[in-house]
């Protein structure tokens, strides 16, 4: 998506414009995204209610990467991930089991 960019700036466009083709890749790797974070809170708070776990308590990954060489790939992947959207979608999950979870 930014390579596009980059060419319709080039060739003097101000606002570049993404193509179908592209808002349809984006698309179908947000809907992916989003399909698999649904499965993995869904089994989280299965997995809970299960185990009779009353309260999920998640730690902060601010700082996690500290001193640490994981490498350019990786570190493109780990900051591609959407904690926010997990810890919401993990919540509203969790609630409606009357599991209580903690940041």
């Known amino acids: 998506m930014w390579f596009f960019d980059a060419q319709?700036?080039?060739?003097g466009i101000k606002y570049p414009r993404?193509?179908?083709?592209?808002k349809r890749i984006y698309r179908k790797?947000?809907?992916?995204?989003?399909?698999?974070?649904?499965?993995v809170t869904r089994w989280l708070a299965e997995?809970?209610?299960?185990?009779?776990?009353?309260?999920?308590?998640?730690?902060?990954?601010?700082?996690i990467r500290k001193g640490k060489d994981?490498?350019?790939?990786?570190?493109q992947k780990f900051h591609g991930l959407?904690?926010?959207?997990?810890y919401i979608?993990?919540?509203y999950k969790l609630k409606l089991?009357?599991?209580?979870?903690?940041?």
């Not at 089991?97 to 940041?103: A, F, N, Q």
């Open 29 to 39: 790797k947000q809907n992916a995204v989003k399909d698999y974070l649904h499965k």
């Open 8 to 11: 319709q700036v080039e060739n």
């Open 82 to 86: 959407p904690y926010n959207k997990l």
């Open 47 to 63: 997995y809970c209610k299960k185990e009779r776990i009353s309260c999920v308590i998640i730690g902060d990954i601010r700082n």
């Open 89 to 91: 979608m993990l919540e």
């Open 18 to 22: 993404s193509s179908k083709h592209i």
């Open 70 to 75: 994981i490498g350019h790939k990786t570190n």
């Open 97 to 103: 089991y009357g599991i209580s979870l903690t940041k």
